[in-house]
Nanobody, 114 residues
């Protein structure tokens, strides 16, 4: 089992920045990839970014150049630095860990509004 705890969401104005954190605990040795998904009201959950154990990253086209995913293996934590935020980035952001089974965090709300 893997437990994930997210933090860092909130309200920010368009053009602003936020950093999300996701701390993993439990059977972390089995995790091969971690990442972030998001779900806006009335929409399906969508991929935002992922990072593998060796640091390879993948981004949704809509966030490329604005968001950066990174990981601190010593802290078992993954980060999502979000810059130049837009109102359409408003969503609940979920952390995910892959280890033969998908584990999800509880989600953190990000609201981009003036």
């Amino acid at each position: 089992q893997v437990q994930l705890v997210e933090s860092g969401g909130g309200l920010v104005q368009p053009g602003g920045s936020l950093r999300l954190s996701c701390a993993a605990s439990g059977s972390i040795f089995s995790i091969t990839r971690m990442g972030w998904y998001r779900q806006a009201p009335g929409k399906q959950r969508e991929l935002v970014a992922t990072i593998t154990r060796d640091g390879s990253t993948n981004y949704a086209y809509s966030v490329k150049g604005r968001f950066t995913i990174s990981r601190d293996n010593a802290k078992n934590t993954v980060y999502l630095q979000m810059n130049s935020l837009k109102p359409e980035d408003t969503a609940v952001y979920y952390c995910i860990a892959n280890s033969g089974h998908d584990f999800w965090g509880q989600g953190t709300q990000v609201t981009v509004s003036s």
